[in-house]
């Protein structure tokens, strides 16, 4: 049986070199990457998950810890983790951590992961850290972390983290509205004193807001969660003013839903009597009556990806701490035309 010593000697590579290879690692070039599957394809080698478990003392399992899976950005970023997993011979232990005490969630399911004895742990959008108890267990260990999207307004900088460019999405999708012709624009924010996320895409429209320096838009500002019970109270605020605005950014797409809902109970046609933005590309966003324009953030990838850097892990003993941000792309539909 043709091993991966035995591939790395042929192709005149280390064994590292060829198993990130065989692994698609973005630190392997293209062509290195395809020379290696060819040989390996050719050579009919099959890697022995197993085996290699057993020889390094890993449980080829990961934890995840995710606040929910009932939302599809959260659900989606974890199918993109299982994916990955599945291919490479591993399988996930989910925890889910909804609770009015994020910290001790974290602490009872991560407790409960170092018991499986997992090799790693991938964590999506949180707004608080570990504490330094549990960094203590897991460092000691040798547990490998990655977060995804994390949450809070002070991320930590010691490890890796895969985020989406929340910045340049909110700032596109902005100038989408201006460059239609609004003269004054509703922004729906999202919890901005405790949310990374939410802070991102407000600054993505202040900035572009303020491109236009003395001929920029008037704006209208309200807030409120990502979800859709918050977003129609923040959607009443802005369509309930003596003047609204014609167009409206909303933070998430379930936000930009909850406008459409107040928008039709107001008697306003979208996009005839008011533009709508969302944010996410959620499921929901292509079958609303005027289906939404959005800023498409690659949660899957996300995922992928957020595995894949846990085996890079893996595979080095002083792995530096990374962040890599994936970008997002607006994608014009039928909820926005041009200012009347």
Not at 4 to 27: C, E, I
Not at 57 to 81: C, D, F, H, K
């Amino acid at each position: 049986m043709v091993t991966l010593k035995d591939l790395a000697k042929a192709l005149n590579l280390s064994p590292p070199t060829v198993s990130r290879a065989l692994r698609d690692s973005p630190r392997v070039n293209i062509r290195t990457r395809e020379r290696v599957k060819r040989r390996a394809r050719e050579a009919g080698y099959v890697p022995n998950h197993v085996a290699s478990g057993l020889k390094t003392s890993q449980s080829r399992t990961i934890g995840v810890l995710t606040p929910s899976i009932n939302m599809s950005y959260w659900a989606t970023i974890l199918e993109g983790i299982e994916e990955e997993a599945n291919r490479q011979g591993y399988s996930a232990i989910i925890g889910i951590t909804v609770n009015a005490e994020e910290e001790r969630a974290v602490s009872a399911n991560v407790t409960s992961m170092l018991q499986k004895r997992v090799d790693g742990i991938i964590r999506i959008s949180h707004f608080t850290d570990y504490s330094e108890e549990l960094m203590t267990q897991m460092r000691g260990r040798g547990i490998a972390l990655v977060d995804v999207e994390f949450d809070g307004l002070r991320p930590p900088t010691d490890r890796v983290r895969v985020e989406c460019d929340n910045h340049a999405g909110a700032y596109e999708a902005t100038r989408h509205l201006i460059d239609l012709g609004y003269r004054r624009i509703g922004r729906i924010d999202g919890p901005v004193e405790i949310s990374m996320i939410a802070r991102q895409r407000r600054t993505g429209f202040l900035d572009a807001i303020g491109d236009y320096g003395p001929s920029a838009p008037e704006v209208a500002f309200v807030q409120c969660g990502f979800d859709f019970d918050t977003g129609l109270e923040a959607a009443e605020q802005l369509l309930g003013q003596l003047e609204p605005p014609l167009a409206i950014v909303a933070c998430s797409d379930e936000v930009a839903c909850a406008v459409f809902r107040v928008a039709h109970l107001k008697g306003l046609h979208v996009p005839g009597d008011l533009s709508i933005v969302g944010f996410g590309n959620r499921e929901i966003s292509r079958v609303l009556p005027a289906p939404l324009t959005t800023v498409e953030v690659p949660a899957m990838e996300s995922g992928r990806l957020a595995f894949r850097q846990f085996l890079e892990q893996m595979d080095e003993t002083d792995t530096l701490p990374r962040r890599i941000t994936l970008s997002t792309r607006l994608l014009v539909r039928e909820s926005t035309g041009p200012a009347r």
